[in-house]
């Protein structure tokens, strides 16, 4: 990968961590009672169109979003991580690809409200799809898929294998530690958030609600079911994902999990993006 699109990634990489700090912080002062709200990603999109330079900020979001689209894509076509061509190696890639689709979606509505499009419905991309006929399965699996997702957040929370996408080399104690507790806390938060909201469409879905669990439908259940505290600890979590995605950014490297040589052979070892 040459310099440029390193530097794209890693400006993409930097934009999620941004992104994922301001839902945390208004998440947290709202849970607080500080003033804030409960908001997912759009929400914190729309809090930097109120600010000034509204316009500009929501720009560089954008263009910083596209980053990780890029970034994620890349992981899907380019393998760079070097996964097996299996089920396991082919759903990953998969995986990498939903989610490069869904940040495509969330820098489109930044250009839009930047150009002056209006915030829109924050349920209409979603909306013509579940009001079909077969809404109820497609929410099904849509959680189901929230659930697995959220099982694997938490695996890599306690698993540590959050730390193999960072390079450690170039880090000082504080750093590694700012990295394992950030790491940690972050994905445990993100893996809550995200069951809570597979939880909740699996819910709608075997009830023929046909609706989509969001962000901000899974904080209003963890403060009405665990209270104010419990939300503004896992809102905290969530800036704390956003903390290890700027160190990501900072220290980004791929885990390459076998390197197929002539002779068949295998290694495993850390290389930087280029």
Known sequence: ??????????????AKGGV???????????????GGEQTGGKGALKYLAEQ?????LLIIMGIGLLGYVFWRFYQSFANPNGFEDNAKGYGKRVAFFISGLLYGGLAFYSFKMAFGGGSGDSKSMTGSLMSGPNGDTIAIIIGIGMAIKAIYDLYRAYSGKFRE??????MDHKE??????????GHTARGIVIALMAFLTLRSGLSSGNNIGTQTDA???????FGSVALGIVAIGLVGYGVYMFIKA???????ASLRSKGGSSAKKTIDLK
């Open 176 to 185: 590694q530690k700012l990295l394992i507790n950030a790491g940690k806390f």
């Open 20 to 34: 994922y700090c301001i839902i945390g912080v208004l998440t947290a002062l709202a849970a607080f009672g500080q």
């Open 1 to 14: 990968m040459s310099n440029k699109k390193e530097n794209f990634a890693r400006f993409g990489m930097a």
């Open 250 to 256: 900072k220290y980004p490297a791929v885990s390459v």
């Open 219 to 225: 904080f209003s259940f963890i403060q009405n079911e």
């Open 165 to 170: 996408e960072v390079e450690e080399t170039g």
């Open 52 to 56: 000034s330079y509204g316009q500009i």
